[in-house]
T-cell receptor, first 113, second 112 residues
């Protein structure tokens, strides 16, 4: 049990839909992360929030929009996605500001038709 | 640009075998190297290594870091089918940075 939950676990959406991914951490951590994991590619960091402020944004297209209303919750809002955005989206959190040891959620498997 | 390379990309062994997974890296301002095991979805933490030459051990798994040669190995002895997973190596670099740079992973399959 990692203490990081994600919903939904699976999502199929059309290119014109708008949907949101949710992540919640029950560990009292200070930082939260969104990663994208595509087949045969390394995990790619998308966004980092520390104490609800976005501290890193790795040139992610604007069709992905993160939101961190408090230190326990993180959202990823999706709109007008492309088929190549189909991937596993993983949320993680860490206690320390250095982000050394990150605890991952189970991920959302996203398919864009 | 930071780079983490894992080898092999996939490996099939029989139960009871010993395996060695490799991770080499090129990063600026190295801080630590982490190993994760990813079975179905969520990667789970195995080890964090910051000092060269000190072996970390947990049961049948062990890992060591060589900061001079810029690599780490993960050893698994007496493999079991439950060890089948993707093993991810990640490097944390840069003062104040939250970013972990991941390798592509090694997919290990242990067959009975």
């Amino acid at each position: 049990e990692t203490g990081v939950t994600q919903t939904p676990r699976h999502l199929v959406m059309g290119m014109t839909n708008k949907k949101s991914l949710k992540c919640e951490q029950h560990l009292g951590h200070n930082a939260m992360y969104w990663y994208k994991q595509s087949a045969k590619k390394p995990l790619e960091l998308m966004f980092v929030y520390s104490l609800e402020e976005r501290v890193e944004n790795n040139s992610v297209p604007s069709r992905f929009s993160p939101e961190c209303p408090n230190s326990s919750h993180l959202f990823l809002h999706l709109h007008t996605l492309q088929p190549e955005d189909s991937a596993l989206y993983l949320c993680a959190s860490s206690q320390d500001r250095a982000g050394l040891r990150q605890f991952f959620g189970p991920g959302t498997r996203l398919t864009v038709l | 640009e930071d780079k983490v390379v894992q080898s092999p990309l996939s490996l099939v062994v029989h139960e009871g075998d010993t395996v060695t997974l490799n991770c080499s890296y090129e990063v600026t301002n190295f801080r630590s190297l982490l190993w994760y095991k990813q079975e179905k979805k969520a990667p789970t933490f195995l080890f964090m290594l910051t000092s060269s030459g000190i072996e970390k051990k947990s049961g049948r798994l062990s890992s060591i870091l060589d900061k001079k040669e810029l690599f780490s190995i993960l050893n698994i002895t007496a493999t079991q089918t439950g060890d089948s997973a993707i093993y991810l190596c990640a490097v944390h670099s840069g003062a104040g940075s939250y970013q972990l740079t991941f390798g592509k992973g090694t997919k290990l399959s242990v067959i009975p």
